[in-house]
């Protein structure tokens, strides 16, 4: 799929890889025609997803101490994973995000590594959410044109899902980048 690309892109790398899924309930909006928005399932499930994320991170920091963190999320996942790391996280070595199609998407964030739509353009569909300042430069945002979850006012039919096959490849090169050290140095969140 669209996050193995980087995956393999690290491992091509050189880097030992441990790919860890982040197991909550995720929900498509466009699958149930925007009603979670409405029910609220929506929020819930992205709580459910930051809480996980946050356990997943302090049981990964205690089994591998001082290892490097890659994030990368799709679409409510980037979401999550912003979410996360915005709020009291354990003290680990988060070395880039990859943040694809974010809902939460913020293109004035000075610092942050876009690929797709210009900083210029309009800002993710559920409002734009903050990254903390010492993470923005190693943070890469992914967003395809006329993706309206990531770009709002917008729309390309099927940009959301099928607009991001060498928009993945180019993230991935640059995550390869920041996790080797070769364009930025790594933070620690606290």
């Given amino acids: 799929g669209t996050l193995d690309v980087i995956v393999e892109r690290i491992v091509s790398s050189g880097r030992s890889v441990t790919d860890v899924p982040l197991e909550y309930p995720a929900i498509s909006v466009s699958d149930s025609f925007g009603l979670v928005l409405i029910n609220g399932d929506y929020d819930r499930s992205v709580q459910r997803g930051v809480e996980e994320l946050r356990r997943v991170l302090a049981r990964e920091s205690a089994r591998?101490?001082?290892?490097s963190i890659v994030l990368v999320g799709y679409s409510q996942g980037a979401q999550v994973v912003k979410e996360a790391v915005a709020g009291s996280v354990p003290d680990v070595r988060i070395v880039?995000?990859?943040?694809?199609?974010?809902?939460?998407?913020?293109p004035s964030q000075p610092g942050v590594t876009r690929i797709g739509v210009p900083s210029t353009a309009r800002g993710g569909s559920f409002?734009?959410?903050e990254l903390p300042e010492h993470l923005r430069p190693v943070t890469v945002d992914v967003c395809a044109p006329g993706d309206v979850v990531c770009e709002s006012g917008r729309l390309v039919?099927?940009?959301h899902v099928n607009g991001y096959g060498d928009l993945v490849d180019a993230a991935a090169r640059r995550a390869v980048a920041v996790v080797l050290g070769t364009v930025f140095g790594a933070s620690r969140i606290r």
């Fill in 64 to 67: 591998c101490a001082g290892s």
């Fill in 96 to 106: 880039a995000l990859v943040l694809l199609a974010d809902p939460t998407r913020d």
């Fill in 127 to 129: 409002g734009a959410l």
């Fill in 157 to 159: 039919i099927g940009a």
